[in-house]
């Protein structure tokens, strides 16, 4: 029989597999590097992302803390405008007071009674004047008590004044709560 020596064979065999396991191997360590690489890259990528969202954020915030920071002094300027809105509003309702407060003494005042002073102190008025009898002045006092925009009449002082035998004065200080009832209906 012939001998045939397989050894170079093997052994050049064995070089291919080791050549192919050697290719393989560095493939797989390529592959494995491209995948690190990607996965790094992916992973910056993200975070720039990230810290770009986050740096919006912070933006965001800072322009809300700035805004934030005008509350105080828009609340202040806010409730100044509504003092000055109620203040006009108050303003707005008393105008016609005094004008309502003229027309009431026609009713009020019958003939022989002469009104001499008048002095207002918020919705306290106080009257001083005269009277040519006690029927005059009883019926100033019927007609204030009757009136339904007056309250608490009070008759504070009467001074008679004798001029004449036939005649007399009368003098007298009273003072009232005035109510508009129009201001009441608004």
């Known amino acids: 029989m012939i001998q ?10 064995q070089h291919n ?4 396991f050697k290719a393989l191997l560095l493939g797989a360590a390529m592959v494995c590097a491209a995948g690190v690489y990607g996965v790094v890259n992916y992973i910056g990528t993200q975070k720039n992302v990230q810290e770009q969202r986050n740096a919006a954020f912070q933006q965001e915030i800072r322009m809300l803390d700035y805004r934030l920071a005008k509350v105080p002094a828009l609340n202040q300027q806010r409730s100044e405008l509504l003092r000055r809105v109620e203040v006009i509003n108050n303003i707005q309702l008393q105008r ?15 003939e022989g ?3 001499e002073q008048l002095s207002v102190n ?17 019926r100033f006092l019927a ?25 007399q004065r009368i003098a007298f200080r009273s003072s009232f709560e005035w109510v508009n009832t129009v ?3 608004q």
């Open 113 to 115: 009674v002469y009104l």
């Open 4 to 13: 045939i020596n397989l050894l170079p064979w093997r052994e050049w065999q």
């Open 183 to 185: 201001q009441g209906e």
């Open 122 to 138: 918020g919705a306290r008025i106080e009257l001083r004047g005269q009277a040519d009898g006690n029927a005059q002045l009883a």
């Open 96 to 110: 016609n007071q005094v004008t309502a407060l003229l027309n009431l003494f026609p009713e009020l005042v019958p």
């Open 143 to 167: 007609n204030g008590e009757s009136h339904p925009n007056m309250r608490n009449l009070i008759m504070h002082s009467i001074i008679t004044e004798q001029q004449t035998a036939a005649s």
């Open 17 to 20: 597999h080791q050549q192919r």
